[in-house]
């Protein structure tokens, strides 16, 4: 190292005695020609910090041999950044810390560098700048520089006070905020409101966005902003101002007056029924005109009025879904706008209900019945008997059995011709009937119109009978009058779809059903529960109608007097009959919002999947006694035939 040094002296003092002084501030400026081949850069560190007079910390891992030719004398200050440029290359850095250079690897100059120092300072030293931005959001900014710093570098963007933040190289750092400056200007884009007088916003603005657009895909820019207001037929452009001065010749050209003071046009409706919106733009035009003549209070003005309600007709032809609409051309602005929001497409609700129903009949009679048949004896004893529904024991007496009894029966006694008879029926019957019932009728309706589902049989009631008088052949006419009702599932809905996710429905339900008597009855029993009301209940989520939980014990016993309460051997004197009724009834409703195509085909096409699955799992039974045939299943959904259906 000393060798090194003293070299480089020598060579310091030979390049300064051979300089002729050339002007006086140059004078006592020394200068070195610099050749070093593989030598240690600790040596050149040292050797730059006696020529220049700075100081250097250098970190333990800064090791290399280097290599500098130089073909012209150097200044301290050129030798200074000559030395940088050799720590560039050998991936260190130099980190001025107040009167201290620090040399540090690269991949932790970032780290060690405070805000840039005061100039002077040199190209390679690593340095940190904060640089405000004006016009354009920093992190935009930070996206576009992103690429230009090295990878050892630092960019990073502060949106509250819309700045950035750059560690590297003071020369780069300052190639960025040049780039920074020119890129951070004022931009020109401005929103223009221009009223028009004559022609709809609506339109224009659908024919200019269809204009730019076009032009913006042909020259690959950006189309301008343009929106219309239909509140004051206001169009508002935004965008360059040579775009925007383009925009507003165009719109002068299309905002001039008709030729004729009224036009006819021909509006075909989308989703509203024509008769309805005709009679309302009626509604509306006649208004209008009423409002007006009362304005201007002068028969001149009524005149005028008079004028325009007789100018302006509309017409709704049913077969087409369309309105023939005749207007001056500022009421047929109005009444294209009107047209515009009520022909929108309506929200549907798909409206879930779940009745559960789950019913336990079970009755039981036990009971001892006795008669007394003295009719052919010559004591003169008439019938006596003691009975309940069903078989008794005067009828096995006297042997008018009409039809077999429910139940078990055992008859006893004695029976004797022309002398009293007496007889006793002993009879046991048990009955239950089970009854579970699960039904999920599903039903769409349009928002604020009524829809019904009906689901059942018509069965005949016998409301009487009657039987006419004999005819001429000795023979009687019977004649009944039968009442048909209708027994089933029945659900009514009307769905009011509010501004948020809530559904007001007006329902009114009802489930019929044949119940299984466990009795002999006149004729069919029925079970009927209906609910009418009015509820509210979110998008999706299920709500209680209502419910029944009933548990009904009925307990009937007819006995003799005074023998039928003798303890246990009153039992022959007695007949009990017991019943017993539990039933459980709950009604849910569950409402779904299709808003648009997309939820009702969701929607369709799961339940569409649900059937297909359920006939799949029978198609692989074979049909009983008919092998060759194949139940009928539904197509796949996505068929053609499918997707050809309204």
Same mark, same amino acid.
Not at 110 to 129: L, Q
Not at 197 to 211: C, E, F, I, Y
Not at 215 to 227: K, V
Not at 504 to 520: D, F, K, N, R, Y
């Given at each position: 190292?000393?060798?090194? $040094?003293?070299?480089?002296?020598?060579? #310091?003092?030979?390049?300064?005695?051979?300089?002729?002084?050339?002007?006086?501030?140059?004078?006592?400026?020394?200068?070195?020609?610099?050749?070093?081949?593989? %030598?240690?850069?600790?040596?050149? +560190?040292?050797?730059?910090?006696?020529?220049?007079? @700075?100081?250097?910390?250098?970190?333990?891992?800064?090791?290399? @041999? &280097?290599?500098?030719?130089?073909?012209?004398?150097?200044?301290? /200050?050129?030798?200074?950044?000559?030395?940088?440029?050799?720590?560039?290359?050998?991936?260190?850095?130099?980190?001025?810390?107040?009167?201290?250079?620090?040399?540090?690897?690269?991949i932790e100059a970032r780290h060690s560098s405070g805000v840039e120092p005061p100039p002077p300072h040199g190209e390679e030293d690593i340095v940190t700048r904060v640089i405000q931005v004006q016009n354009v959001p920093a992190a935009?900014?930070? %996206?576009?520089?992103?690429?230009?710093?090295?990878?050892?570098?630092? +960019?990073?963007?502060?949106?509250?006070?819309?700045?950035?933040?750059?560690?590297?190289?003071?020369?780069?750092?300052?190639?960025? *905020? !040049?780039?920074?400056?020119?890129?951070?200007?004022?931009?020109?884009?401005?929103?223009?409101?221009?009223?028009?007088?004559?022609?709809?916003?609506?339109? *224009?603005? @659908?024919?200019?966005?269809?204009?730019?657009?076009?032009?913006?895909?042909?020259?690959?820019?950006?189309?301008?902003?343009?929106?219309?207001?239909?509140?004051?037929?206001?169009?508002?452009?935004?965008?360059?101002?040579?775009? =925007?001065?383009?925009?507003?010749?165009?719109? *002068?050209?299309?905002?001039?007056?008709?030729?004729?003071?009224?036009?006819?046009?021909?509006?075909?409706?989308?989703?509203? /029924?024509?008769?309805?919106?005709?009679?309302?733009?009626?509604?509306?035009?006649? !208004?209008?005109?009423?409002?007006?003549?009362?304005?201007?209070?002068?028969?001149?003005?009524?005149?005028?009025?008079?004028?325009?309600?007789?100018?302006?007709?509309?017409?709704?032809?049913?077969?087409?879904?369309?309105?023939?609409?005749?207007?001056?051309?500022?009421?047929?602005?109005?009444?294209?706008? +009107?047209? /515009?929001?009520?022909?929108? $497409? =309506?929200?549907? &609700?798909?409206?879930?209900?779940?009745?559960?129903?789950?019913?336990?009949? $079970?009755?039981?009679?036990?009971?001892?019945?006795?008669?007394?048949?003295?009719?052919?004896?010559?004591?003169?004893?008439?019938?006596?008997?003691?009975?309940?529904?069903?078989?008794?024991?005067?009828?096995?007496?006297?042997?008018?059995?009409?039809?077999?009894?429910?139940?078990?029966?055992? %008859?006893?006694?004695?029976?004797?011709?022309?002398?009293?008879?007496?007889?006793?029926?002993?009879?046991?019957?048990?009955?239950?009937?089970?009854?579970?019932?699960?039904?999920?009728?599903?039903?769409?309706?349009?928002?604020?119109?009524?829809?019904?589902?009906?689901?059942?049989?018509?069965?005949?009631?016998?409301?009487?009978?009657?039987?006419?008088?004999? /005819?001429g052949a000795g023979q009687v006419n019977p004649f009944q009058t039968i009442n048909r009702e209708d027994i089933g599932l029945k659900l009514t809905i009307t769905p009011k779809i509010n501004e948020g996710d809530a559904v007001q429905?007006?329902?009114?339900?009802?489930?019929?059903?044949?119940?299984?008597?466990?009795?002999?009855?006149?004729?069919?029993?029925?079970?009927?529960?209906?609910?009418?009301?009015?509820? #509210?209940?979110?998008?999706?989520?299920?709500?209680?109608?209502?419910?029944?939980?009933?548990?009904?014990?009925?307990?009937?016993?007819?006995?003799?007097?005074?023998?039928?309460?003798?303890?246990?051997?009153?039992?022959?004197?007695?007949?009990?009959?017991?019943?017993?009724?539990?039933?459980?009834?709950?009604?849910?409703?569950?409402?779904?919002?299709?808003?648009? *195509?997309?939820?009702?085909?969701?929607?369709?096409?799961?339940?569409?999947?649900?059937?297909?699955?359920?006939?799949?799992?029978?198609?692989?039974?074979?049909?009983?006694?008919?092998?060759?045939?194949?139940?009928? !299943?539904?197509?796949?959904?996505?068929?053609?035939?499918?997707?050809?259906?309204?």
């Amino acid at each position: 190292m000393t060798g090194l $040094r003293m070299t480089l002296l020598a060579a #310091i003092g030979v390049a300064a005695l051979a300089l002729v002084p050339p002007a006086p501030a140059q004078q006592n400026e020394e200068t070195i020609t610099l050749n070093l081949r593989d %030598a240690d850069i600790l040596e050149v +560190i040292a050797m730059v910090s006696e020529v220049t007079g @700075r100081n250097f910390v250098v970190d333990p891992r800064v090791r290399a @041999r &280097v290599t500098v030719v130089s073909a012209r004398p150097l200044t301290p /200050d050129g030798l200074y950044q000559t030395f940088l440029s050799v720590l560039q290359v050998n991936q260190f850095a130099a980190v001025p810390t107040g009167d201290t250079i620090k040399i540090v690897p690269v991949i932790e100059a970032r780290h060690s560098s405070g805000v840039e120092p005061p100039p002077p300072h040199g190209e390679e030293d690593i340095v940190t700048r904060v640089i405000q931005v004006q016009n354009v959001p920093a992190a935009q900014m930070q %996206a576009v520089l992103r690429p230009l710093v090295p990878q050892f570098g630092h +960019i990073a963007a502060f949106a509250p006070s819309n700045m950035l933040v750059i560690s590297d190289r003071a020369g780069n750092v300052d190639r960025l *905020a !040049s780039i920074i400056g020119r890129i951070d200007q004022a931009t020109d884009d401005e929103v223009e409101v221009i009223r028009l007088q004559h022609a709809s916003a609506a339109d *224009a603005v @659908r024919l200019l966005t269809a204009l730019t657009q076009a032009q913006a895909r042909g020259e690959g820019a950006s189309p301008p902003t343009i929106a219309a207001d239909e509140r004051t037929n206001s169009v508002l452009l935004g965008g360059h101002r040579a775009l =925007r001065l383009r925009l507003r010749a165009l719109l *002068a050209h299309l905002d001039t007056p008709l030729d004729i003071e009224g036009a006819t046009q021909v509006v075909y409706l989308r989703y509203g /029924d024509a008769q309805n919106i005709a009679s309302i733009l009626s509604g509306y035009a006649e !208004s209008q005109a009423q409002r007006q003549a009362a304005a201007q209070g002068t028969r001149e003005g009524q005149t005028a009025s008079t004028a325009r309600r007789e100018s302006t007709t509309i017409l709704a032809d049913m077969e087409t879904n369309s309105l023939v609409i005749t207007a001056a051309a500022s009421e047929m602005r109005n009444l294209r706008s +009107i047209i /515009d929001q009520l022909d929108i $497409r =309506r929200a549907q &609700v798909l409206v879930e209900a779940l009745i559960v129903e789950v019913t336990s009949d $079970r009755s039981a009679e036990f009971g001892v019945q006795w008669g007394l048949d003295g009719t052919d004896s010559n004591r003169g004893a008439g019938i006596i008997n003691f009975s309940a529904a069903g078989l008794t024991a005067a009828q096995v007496l006297t042997g008018t059995i009409t039809s077999a009894p429910d139940g078990a029966s055992l %008859a006893i006694g004695r029976v004797r011709d022309g002398s009293t008879s007496i007889g006793a029926l002993i009879r046991a019957f048990a009955g239950e009937a089970n009854t579970n019932i699960l039904s999920t009728p599903t039903l769409v309706a349009m928002d604020n119109e009524e829809a019904t589902i009906n689901v059942g049989q018509t069965v005949p009631f016998i409301t009487g009978q009657f039987t006419g008088a004999q /005819d001429g052949a000795g023979q009687v006419n019977p004649f009944q009058t039968i009442n048909r009702e209708d027994i089933g599932l029945k659900l009514t809905i009307t769905p009011k779809i509010n501004e948020g996710d809530a559904v007001q429905l007006l329902i009114h339900q009802e489930v019929s059903s044949l119940a299984p008597g466990t009795t002999g009855a006149v004729d069919l029993i029925t079970n009927k529960r209906e609910i009418s009301t009015r509820v #509210i209940v979110q998008d999706g989520d299920i709500i209680v109608l209502g419910g029944l939980i009933d548990d009904t014990v009925q307990h009937n016993q007819q006995r003799v007097p005074i023998l039928g309460s003798i303890p246990i051997l009153g039992h022959a004197f007695r007949y009990q009959r017991t019943t017993a009724v539990k039933r459980n009834l709950m009604v849910f409703l569950q409402p779904r919002i299709l808003r648009d *195509a997309e939820s009702a085909t969701l929607q369709t096409n799961q339940r569409y999947r649900r059937m297909q699955q359920l006939q799949q799992m029978l198609e692989s039974e074979q049909v009983p006694l008919m092998p060759d045939v194949r139940r009928p !299943s539904l197509p796949p959904i996505d068929e053609p035939e499918l997707q050809r259906e309204p």
